[in-house]
Protein backbone atom coordinates (compact mmCIF):
# COMPACT_ATOMS: atom_id res chain seq x y z
CA UNK A 1 0.00 0.00 0.00
CA UNK A 2 3.30 2.31 0.74
CA UNK A 3 4.47 1.82 -2.55
CA UNK A 4 0.93 2.65 -4.25
CA UNK A 5 0.56 5.69 -2.03
CA UNK A 6 4.11 7.08 -3.36
CA UNK A 7 3.00 6.51 -6.38
CA UNK A 8 -0.08 8.33 -6.29
CA UNK A 9 1.22 11.16 -4.79
CA UNK A 10 4.24 11.39 -7.85
CA UNK A 11 0.72 10.78 -9.99
CA UNK A 12 -0.53 14.54 -8.00
CA UNK A 13 2.46 16.32 -8.09
CA UNK A 14 2.92 15.21 -11.65
CA UNK A 15 -0.58 16.56 -12.71
CA UNK A 16 0.00 19.80 -10.74
CA UNK A 17 3.58 20.24 -12.25
CA UNK A 18 1.67 19.54 -15.60
CA UNK A 19 -1.11 22.09 -14.87
CA UNK A 20 1.60 24.66 -13.73
CA UNK A 21 3.45 24.82 -16.81
CA UNK A 22 0.74 24.58 -19.31
CA UNK A 23 -0.92 28.09 -17.22
CA UNK A 24 2.70 29.73 -17.37
CA UNK A 25 3.13 29.01 -20.59
CA UNK A 26 -0.43 29.79 -21.77
CA UNK A 27 1.00 33.43 -20.03
CA UNK A 28 4.18 33.80 -21.63
CA UNK A 29 3.14 33.36 -25.09
CA UNK A 30 0.12 35.45 -24.69
CA UNK A 31 2.39 38.58 -22.56
CA UNK A 32 4.93 38.07 -25.33
CA UNK A 33 2.05 38.46 -27.83
CA UNK A 34 0.98 41.68 -26.28
CA UNK A 35 4.59 42.85 -26.12
CA UNK A 36 4.59 42.12 -30.46
CA UNK A 37 0.74 44.00 -30.21
CA UNK A 38 2.21 46.92 -28.48
CA UNK A 39 5.28 47.61 -30.67
CA UNK A 40 2.98 47.59 -33.23
CA UNK A 41 0.70 50.12 -31.90
CA UNK A 42 3.47 52.63 -30.46
CA UNK A 43 4.89 52.15 -34.44
CA UNK A 44 1.17 53.81 -35.45
CA UNK A 45 0.44 55.56 -32.66
CA UNK A 46 3.73 57.64 -33.89
CA UNK A 47 3.48 57.59 -37.50
CA UNK A 48 -0.55 58.81 -36.67
CA UNK A 49 0.48 61.63 -34.59
CA UNK A 50 3.23 62.74 -36.98
CA UNK A 51 0.75 62.70 -40.20
CA UNK A 52 -2.58 63.64 -38.67
CA UNK A 53 -2.28 64.63 -35.05
CA UNK A 54 -4.79 62.54 -32.98
CA UNK A 55 -4.84 59.88 -31.16
CA UNK A 56 -8.21 58.16 -32.83
CA UNK A 57 -6.08 55.51 -33.49
CA UNK A 58 -5.14 54.43 -30.21
CA UNK A 59 -8.30 54.81 -28.73
CA UNK A 60 -10.01 52.31 -30.94
CA UNK A 61 -7.64 49.65 -30.60
CA UNK A 62 -7.57 50.46 -26.61
CA UNK A 63 -11.63 49.57 -26.71
CA UNK A 64 -10.76 46.67 -29.14
CA UNK A 65 -7.45 45.36 -26.97
CA UNK A 66 -9.71 45.87 -23.64
CA UNK A 67 -12.42 43.27 -25.39
CA UNK A 68 -9.92 40.92 -26.65
CA UNK A 69 -8.43 41.04 -23.05
CA UNK A 70 -11.76 40.30 -21.66
CA UNK A 71 -11.89 37.50 -24.15
CA UNK A 72 -8.42 36.21 -23.62
CA UNK A 73 -9.08 35.91 -19.77
CA UNK A 74 -12.26 34.10 -20.56
CA UNK A 75 -10.47 31.26 -23.06
CA UNK A 76 -7.41 31.45 -19.86
CA UNK A 77 -10.40 30.84 -17.26
CA UNK A 78 -11.80 28.01 -18.97
CA UNK A 79 -8.62 25.70 -20.04
CA UNK A 80 -7.33 26.47 -16.50
CA UNK A 81 -11.24 25.37 -15.48
CA UNK A 82 -10.81 22.61 -17.95
CA UNK A 83 -7.46 21.25 -16.49
CA UNK A 84 -8.39 20.99 -13.19
CA UNK A 85 -11.75 19.16 -14.16
CA UNK A 86 -9.41 17.06 -16.40
CA UNK A 87 -7.46 16.13 -13.25
CA UNK A 88 -10.30 15.62 -11.24
CA UNK A 89 -11.74 13.54 -13.68
CA UNK A 90 -8.50 11.25 -13.62
CA UNK A 91 -8.39 11.61 -9.75
CA UNK A 92 -12.24 9.83 -10.18
CA UNK A 93 -11.18 7.29 -12.32
CA UNK A 94 -8.19 6.23 -10.16
CA UNK A 95 -10.39 6.08 -7.54
CA UNK A 96 -12.91 4.05 -9.49
CA UNK A 97 -10.13 1.20 -10.53
CA UNK A 98 -9.36 0.86 -6.98
CA UNK A 99 -12.79 0.33 -5.94
CA UNK A 100 -13.16 -1.86 -8.89
CA UNK A 101 -10.15 -3.80 -8.03
CA UNK A 102 -11.38 -4.23 -4.84
CA UNK A 103 -14.59 -5.33 -5.59
CA UNK A 104 -13.09 -7.92 -7.76
CA UNK A 105 -10.31 -9.03 -5.38
CA UNK A 106 -13.63 -9.93 -3.00
CA UNK A 107 -15.32 -11.43 -5.72
CA UNK A 108 -12.51 -13.77 -6.37
CA UNK A 109 -11.97 -14.33 -2.66
CA UNK A 110 -15.60 -15.23 -2.48
CA UNK A 111 -15.73 -17.51 -5.80
CA UNK A 112 -12.24 -19.15 -4.69
CA UNK A 113 -13.75 -19.87 -0.88
CA UNK A 114 -16.84 -21.62 -2.59
CA UNK A 115 -14.72 -23.66 -4.76
CA UNK A 116 -12.97 -24.69 -1.93
CA UNK A 117 -16.44 -25.40 0.00
CA UNK A 118 -17.53 -27.46 -3.07
CA UNK A 119 -14.02 -29.49 -3.85
CA UNK A 120 -14.62 -30.08 0.72
CA UNK A 121 -18.14 -31.19 0.16
CA UNK A 122 -17.12 -33.51 -2.89
CA UNK A 123 -14.11 -35.14 -1.20
CA UNK A 124 -16.60 -35.51 1.75
CA UNK A 125 -18.93 -36.99 -0.43
CA UNK A 126 -16.57 -39.43 -1.73
CA UNK A 127 -14.89 -40.26 2.10
CA UNK A 128 -18.50 -41.43 3.17
CA UNK A 129 -19.23 -42.97 -0.12
CA UNK A 130 -16.41 -45.08 0.54
CA UNK A 131 -16.95 -45.95 4.38
CA UNK A 132 -20.37 -46.73 3.21
CA UNK A 133 -19.18 -49.23 0.54
CA UNK A 134 -16.90 -51.09 2.38
CA UNK A 135 -19.04 -51.37 5.34
CA UNK A 136 -21.37 -52.53 2.65
CA UNK A 137 -19.22 -55.24 1.76
CA UNK A 138 -17.89 -56.04 5.51
CA UNK A 139 -21.65 -56.54 5.93
CA UNK A 140 -21.96 -58.79 3.21
CA UNK A 141 -18.96 -60.22 3.68
CA UNK A 142 -20.03 -61.26 7.40
CA UNK A 143 -23.41 -62.68 6.32
CA UNK A 144 -21.35 -64.61 3.57
CA UNK A 145 -19.03 -65.73 6.75
CA UNK A 146 -22.39 -67.00 8.80
CA UNK A 147 -24.06 -68.61 6.07
CA UNK A 148 -20.61 -70.79 5.27
CA UNK A 149 -20.36 -71.25 8.64
CA UNK A 150 -24.21 -72.36 9.19
CA UNK A 151 -23.54 -74.48 5.73
CA UNK A 152 -21.16 -75.76 7.26
CA UNK A 153 -22.11 -77.15 10.63
CA UNK A 154 -25.05 -78.80 8.70
CA UNK A 155 -22.50 -80.52 6.46
CA UNK A 156 -21.41 -81.75 9.80
CA UNK A 157 -24.53 -82.70 11.28
CA UNK A 158 -25.51 -84.15 7.94
CA UNK A 159 -22.90 -86.00 7.83
CA UNK A 160 -22.82 -86.97 11.75
CA UNK A 161 -26.73 -88.02 10.83
CA UNK A 162 -25.29 -89.75 7.85
CA UNK A 163 -22.49 -91.62 9.54
CA UNK A 164 -25.14 -92.70 12.66
CA UNK A 165 -27.54 -93.93 9.90
CA UNK A 166 -25.05 -96.26 8.58
CA UNK A 167 -23.81 -97.29 11.63
CA UNK A 168 -27.41 -98.35 12.82
CA UNK A 169 -27.80 -99.95 9.21
CA UNK A 170 -24.69 -101.81 9.81
CA UNK A 171 -25.53 -102.53 13.62
CA UNK A 172 -28.98 -103.32 12.35
CA UNK A 173 -28.07 -105.50 9.29
CA UNK A 174 -25.88 -107.41 12.03
CA UNK A 175 -28.60 -107.95 13.95
CA UNK A 176 -30.50 -109.15 11.44
CA UNK A 177 -27.13 -111.46 9.92
CA UNK A 178 -27.07 -112.90 13.63
CA UNK A 179 -30.90 -113.69 14.21
CA UNK A 180 -31.31 -115.17 10.77
CA UNK A 181 -28.10 -117.20 11.71
CA UNK A 182 -29.30 -118.24 15.08
CA UNK A 183 -33.39 -118.77 13.35
CA UNK A 184 -31.38 -121.13 10.90
CA UNK A 185 -29.37 -123.06 13.81
CA UNK A 186 -32.00 -123.74 15.38
Request: aromatic letters at 6%; glycine letters at 2%.
Amino acid sequence: MDVEGGLSTSNKFVEQLSVSILSNTIEELSILKKLAYIEDILIETVQEISEKQTFNGIKQIIVKENKQNKEDNNLLQNVKSSVLTLADLKKQMRNSDDEWYIENKEKEEYLGNLKDEYENLIMEFKIKENYIWKWQSSQMEQARMKIKIQEDKLRESLQKDNDNIENELRVNLEILIYLTQVITIK
